[in-house]
């Protein structure tokens, strides 16, 4: 486990943030979980219940998000968690459409597994009370270079229609649509998003 503390700028030592690599079974995670599947009950309840939602997402063995594959991370504040996300190895076919992948070529094979080393990102999420404090931005940024110094070269991830903020957040961080941005209003399916960390 690692912790690495974060204090935004103009902040004083009250606001620092610990960044702490954790299990998916620590305690701290759980609050993380349920948050994530009330938000996604609200959004898309006529199709799943909270209960459901919280079943799915344990549909990956905590495994897949640790050492040496994967990586979880909080953003602690006074020792409560108020954001977090992992990243896990991407080994099955992606969503989207493969022409408007950066390099079609090499971002995935012709079974739709990636053919590079790619992350997936999952579970990012921001404590309600905390939102609008660049905090999901911090857990990109970390879970971005982990991967990178994991020996990734490609993010992947995907994104609920109805989660225009988090569109938002990952076009402006510098992930690219496999999807048509303007067609995809309305439609249903996740969003497919991906990011290269190494150039080419």
Known sequence: ????????????????????????????????????AHEYATRYSDHLTEEEL?????????ADFA??????????????????GAYRRRTEPELGDLQRSAHPDVARTADGTPAVPTAELKRIWTHNAHRRRGLARLVLTEL??????????RIY????????????????????????PATQPGQPGPLAFEK???PR
């Open 1 to 36: 486990m690692s912790t690495v503390t974060r204090r935004p700028a103009g902040a004083t030592s009250a606001d620092a943030l610990d960044v702490r690599e954790v299990h998916l079974d620590d305690p701290l995670v759980r609050p993380l979980l349920e948050d994530l």
């Open 54 to 62: 919280l079943r799915e997402m344990s549909e990956y063995p905590a």
């Open 67 to 84: 050492e040496p594959h994967g990586r979880l991370i909080l953003v602690l504040s006074a020792g409560a968690p108020v954001a977090g």
């Open 144 to 153: 971005e270079r982990r991967a990178g110094q994991n020996g990734y070269e």
């Open 157 to 180: 991830l995907t994104t609920g229609p109805r989660q225009p903020e988090a569109a938002g957040l990952y076009l402006s961080a510098g992930y690219a649509p496999l999807y048509d």
């Open 196 to 198: 290269w960390l190494c």
